[in-house]
């Protein structure tokens, strides 16, 4: 059954499944704030009564703490691998967050673009810990992101993300090889 779930006046972006959790990763757009929702989407036995149901229940974590003046716009999640933990990969714009505060507005311009990556390892309360793993420059208009296939690994140990984030105001298209911490296009 179907279950609503308000999360504010604020615009949505991005958003993630991560089906092994029963958790959806939600992007939020507030001025000023760059929040990240976990939304647990505890499972309702079918022919149980929606009333019956538990609620999903959410927190979030704010990525303005660590930078400012993001507007988070994408998602994506890691490829599960035996060995490797899970990472996020967010797109956001930035924009000069002093000139949002001046202007009670997000100013219409972007100073940059960024790729953040991100731990989901649980922390100590057993939620994902966000921490920030790197910032990646992409270009101005961070847009879309997108997780590769898994790449063979040749008989050797897994191997990180192939990510791809798309950048509409340069027109460029980045790719960031997790493996090498790096930017290879």
Avoid at 119 to 129: A, F, H, I, Y
């Amino acid at each position: 059954p179907n279950r609503a779930l308000t999360r504010g006046a604020s615009p949505l972006a991005g958003m993630a499944d991560d089906g092994e959790h029963d958790r959806l990763f939600v992007l939020g757009q507030p001025l000023l704030s760059a929040p990240v929702y976990f939304v647990d989407l505890f499972p309702c036995p079918a022919g149980t009564a929606l009333a019956s149901c538990p609620a999903p229940t959410s927190t979030f974590v704010d990525l303005d703490s660590v930078q400012q003046g993001l507007e988070l716009q994408d998602i994506a999640l890691s490829n599960p691998q035996a060995g490797l933990g899970r990472r996020a990969y967010v797109s956001a714009r930035v924009y000069d967050p002093v000139v949002a505060s001046l202007l009670q507005a997000r100013p219409s311009a972007d100073v940059t673009g960024v790729l953040l990556v991100l731990d989901l390892e649980p922390g100590l309360s057993g939620r994902p810990s966000l921490q920030l793993l790197r910032l990646v420059d992409t270009g101005l208009g961070a847009s879309q992101v997108r997780v590769l296939p898994v790449r063979d690994a040749a008989g050797g140990p897994p191997r990180r993300d192939v990510v791809v984030v798309s950048s509409i105001t340069d027109g460029m298209v980045t790719v960031y090889d997790d493996e090498a911490g790096e930017v290879v296009r």
